[in-house]
Every structure is written in structure tokens, then in C-alpha cells.
């Protein structure tokens, strides 16, 4: 197998999971390089230089081009790769798409990343609730707006939109898994649940998931 | 000037004047209702049916659809209005560009916005600097990065990437903007600053500022 692209990720990163659902999907050769964050691999001068903003992922091409951001490279792997399109063909559509993802990658995950949460815990040391406490706001905020979104629109499909899986679908599942590692109850949001199993029936989005990682 | 589009923003916001900058280079017609998001208009049942999100901007076009999420509705008015380019015409290009607006977009703003920063207040009730120096923690490690990138890659020229404006210009001047508004020390940052005052130079960005809009 060729490794026509490296991917810097993290097992336990949803930004790295978004990207290996894409690259499975997609059936691209790959080989992604595990950081260790809790150990802090993405701060050491090695990783920096790969990626000065010290976040996963980052993915290197054949000729040695960094990018990084996970909805960037995402979109970049559908331009390269047009076969088992990740973004539909259509402006409305795109747009539609993009603000599904970013609904998750910009509103909810950056405010409950690692860098966040550890911030959290050293302003709250006596508090052993206080990181789940702050994520559930921002988790409970970001997901009954996807719910309304989802449930009403008629774009919505078997997946976020249509009934073929989209980067939205590749933010939505990595999400859905970090809110059922918190044990959060995820009942008030039938789509998003019915959609992340429709998801999670694909071989690819089995194949990218972190237990199978290791 | 026929209302082509209605943009749901506020004078404030920093998503909203990414789109205003972006409609301003453009030329395109539009109207923007201004929301009073320190009164809470964003969370008024009105607005709420308009994006059940309650963040700005929504974008409303000619037949009434409805599009969120600022670099979603940006890329939109790019593929629509295909004049004046935002959007560079190569993959890598495309993102790099999608790549430095999103570390804007999902790792600085965020984390440092309104209902995150009163909850930083509601959380310290006896300390004045609580929410000052939240917002220095993910601002510095934010524009500590997208200077280490603007600096160093090659793709970087009188603006973010070339020389004409792009998405990432569109969302690093706000943020700039934002900074001042904090009288934060910008000068660790001489390609931002640099690109920055590229941008202020022209018409649109300044149609665009807040101090306009009122």
C-alpha cells in the first residue's frame, strides 16, 4: 500500500476522526501518525514544525505540502478525490453542508477541546465537576441547534443531507461519540441519534472509529 | 438598490462583519438588520425561527432561504457571484485559504465570544480581569499561529494568500479589530498588522467596520 498522504492525528481527537472518516470513505491510501496529547506530543518542537498551531489534524501531501485544519482538508480531499463525493455538487447544497459542519467544528468543539477543558480543571481545582459542567453547556447548545436544523429542513436525508454521507456527517458522528463517552443523554435528539447510526452501519465509518485505531 | 439579500448581523459581531467585508467587496445589495445582542435579540422567538441557533449571521436570500454560519455563507456569495474572487481557483490554494479562516473562525472567535465571555463573567463574579485574560489565553495562542504561518509560507503576499483579498482576510480583520478594541499588544504580530493595514486601505473593508454601520 502506498502512502500517498501521512495524517498527524490523535486517537482521541474528533478533528482526526472527521479526517479518517473522509479518507476511508474515500478509500484514499493513508498512514496517520498517533500524537500523544495527554502526553503532549502536539507541543513538542518536532510537531510544531509540522504544524506551528500545535492542533491535529495535519495532513502531508506526496510532495511534502502541510495543511491543516479539519474541514480544509477534508474539502481539499474532495477536490483531488472527486469519486464518492464528500460535498454535494449543488451552491445551496455546499453551503448547507458547510454550515452543518462548522455548526460542530466552530460552535461546539473548540469551546470542549482538550486545550479548553484542561484550562478548565487548572480554574476549578476543587470542582471535580466543573469540566463537565462547562462542556454540557456548550454540547447541550450546539446539539438542539443541529436538532432543529435537521429535523426540520427537507434537505435532510438517511444522512445531514441526502442520502449519501457528507463532511457534515464526518463532524456529526465524531461528536455524537464524544458526547456518549461524557454519558450524556442524547434522547432529546432523535435525528442527530437516527442519522449517527445510519452513519455507523458504513464499513468506512466503522474502519475510522478510535477503538479501531489501536 | 434592490435587497437582493437580507443579512441578520449586529454592529458587534465579529461573523457578521466577515460577511459585510465579503458583500462589500462584491458590490452586491443587500440590507443588514442590525440585532442588539447585548439586549438579547438573538434569543427572541423572532430570530430564533430565522436560525434556531441564535447566532449571527444569517444570510436571507431573494426566495427566502435561509443560510448560517459566516465562511459558509461567504464561500456561498463566492460560487454565486463568481466576480471579485474570494476563493483561490486551485485545491491547495482553496485550502490554505479555508485553513487560516479557520483558525480564526473555529479556534479564536469561539472560544472568546459573547455567550462564552458572560459565562466567564457569571462563573467569577468577584474578579474584574476574569474574562480579560480568558480572552488573552486563546487570542495569543491563536494569532501566535496564524503569524508563524502568514511569516513563513511563501503563498502569503500583500494579502493572506496573493495579493488580492480573500476569506482569510475577511476574517483575520475582524479579529484584528476585536484585539484593538481590547487594547492587546499586537506588535509580536508584524505580517498580521501588515495585512491588516493592506486591507483597511481599501474601500470595502472600511465600508465594512463597525464604526460605519451606525
Not at 17 to 40: H, P, S, W
Not at 53 to 58: C, K, R, S
Not at 192 to 211: G, H, N
Amino acid at each position: 500500500m502506498v502512502d500517498t498522504y501521512i495524517v498527524h492525528g490523535a486517537v482521541r481527537s474528533s478533528a482526526a476522526y472527521r479526517v479518517r472518516i473522509v479518507m476511508k470513505l474515500k478509500g484514499l491510501a493513508y498512514r496517520e501518525i498517533f500524537l500523544d496529547l495527554a502526553g503532549g506530543d502536539q507541543n513538542k518542537e518536532d510537531y510544531r514544525a509540522v504544524n506551528p498551531q500545535g492542533l491535529v489534524p495535519a495532513l502531508v501531501c506526496s510532495d511534502g505540502a502541510v495543511l491543516n485544519q479539519s474541514m480544509a482538508i477534508i474539502e481539499y480531499l474532495d477536490d483531488m478525490h472527486a469519486e464518492v463525493p464528500v460535498m454535494p455538487r449543488d451552491a445551496r447544497g455546499r453551503a448547507r453542508v458547510r454550515a452543518l459542519s462548522q455548526m460542530v467544528a466552530c460552535d461546539i468543539h473548540p469551546i470542549n477541546n482538550m486545550r479548553v477543558r484542561n484550562h478548565i480543571r487548572d480554574l476549578f481545582p476543587g470542582d471535580p465537576d466543573a469540566v463537565a459542567n462547562w462542556m454540557e453547556i456548550w454540547s447541550k447548545a450546539g446539539f438542539d441547534a443541529l436538532e432543529a436544523r435537521l429535523a426540520s429542513d427537507t434537505e435532510t436525508g438517511r444522512f445531514c443531507h441526502g442520502d449519501t454521507p457528507t463532511m457534515a456527517d464526518a463532524c456529526l458522528v465524531p461528536q455524537v461519540a464524544n458526547a456518549r463517552l461524557s454519558q450524556r443523554d442524547l434522547s432529546p435528539y432523535p435525528t442527530i441519534l437516527r442519522i449517527a447510526e445510519a452513519c455507523e452501519a458504513l464499513p468506512a465509518f466503522v474502519a475510522a472509529r478510535p477503538d479501531k485505531q489501536v
